[in-house]
């Protein structure tokens, strides 16, 4: 995972990180989840490390703003050394915190990603199973061609083939991995090798537990968007039609020049409404098989 908001090489960061150890180990005793969100992240560091190297990379952000605008005052002959030491806290501030809680990030997109393709993985599953397969051989086959939930599984058969008892790789599988949803297939898969019962029911009961939240979510996105649509006809349509028709109205009546700009303001606050509307709209749509 590439360090966020971050001006030096990651191997730079990480020798310097170790002089700062102590102090991330004193940052990352704040923040109890870091050492299971880096783990979901599949970042492979201790979080005293991470602290450290987020402390690191904020603090250089800090001085090299400050440098910049206080060179760029010198040679315009202005005082700007206040403002280059603010801007730089502020800097600092927004660079710590966006590394810190960047790996929670990276592991709610890894979540959407093993999710999308998680029910027909499954499925895939389940049809060797009932075939008769056993259910390493099962899982090898589903370990291609499924993206990211190929990905984990790979990883899970790779320990097999090492030795691990399955239940045990399961179990830590289920802890490294973000999504909730795979958790509690990998957990039902597990507990039904415990107690010895039928593995192949086991997650055909999850696929379809699965199929009825999907479709729940897909109800719940179109009841969702309904509000969504109006707010966008009154802020893209609606009002900028009419908002401009009553400026030009007023405007004549009072028999003042209608400013120049207002037309590149109006048409650069519709292009970012729309950009974020799409994009909003897009983040809130459930994924389909």
């Known amino acids: 995972m590439n360090i966020p908001l971050s001006l030096l090489p990651q191997k730079v960061l990480t020798n310097l990180s170790k002089h700062v150890e ?12 870091l050492r299971l969100e880096l783990m979901q992240a599949n970042v492979e560091m ?3 490390r991470y602290a450290s190297i987020a402390l690191i990379s904020a603090t250089f952000n800090f001085i090299f703003i400050t440098f910049i605008i206080i060179a760029a005052g010198f040679a315009t002959k202005r005082q700007v050394v206040l403002l280059g030491i603010f801007a730089g806290i502020l800097v600092w501030i927004a660079s710590f915190f966006t590394i810190l809680f960047y790996p ?3 592991a709610r997109r890894r979540t959407r990603d093993l999710e999308t393709s998680l029910i027909p993985a499954l499925r895939q599953l389940l049809i060797n199973i009932k075939s008769g397969v056993p259910l390493f051989q099962a899982m090898t086959s589903v370990s291609t061609g499924y993206g990211p939930v190929s990905g984990e599984f790979a990883k899970m058969v790779g320990k097999m083939n090492a030795g691990v008892a399955q239940t045990d790789v399961l179990n830590e599988a289920s802890m490294r991995n973000p999504s909730f949803r795979f958790r509690r297939v990998l957990w039902q898969i597990s507990n039904a090798l415990k107690v010895g019962s039928d593995v192949g029911s ?3 009961e999850m ?10 979510e897909i109800h719940r996105y179109g009841q969702e968007l309904n509000p969504w649509v109006m707010i966008y006809m009154v802020l893209a349509v609606v009002l900028p ?16 020049l209608i400013p120049v700009t207002i037309f590149p303001a109006v048409f650069l606050f519709l292009l970012g409404f729309q950009l974020f509307f799409i994009s909003f709209v897009k983040s809130r749509r459930p994924q389909v098989d």
């Open 241 to 256: 039609s009419l908002g401009i028709t009553m400026i030009i109205i007023i405007m004549s009546f009072m028999n003042v």
């Open 46 to 48: 201790p979080p005293r």
């Open 22 to 33: 102590g102090i991330g180990e004193f940052i990352s005793s704040l923040l109890p989840n």
């Open 104 to 106: 929670a990030v990276v």
């Open 207 to 216: 696929i379809n537990e699965l199929t009825k939240e999907r479709i729940a």
């Open 202 to 204: 086991a997650i055909e």
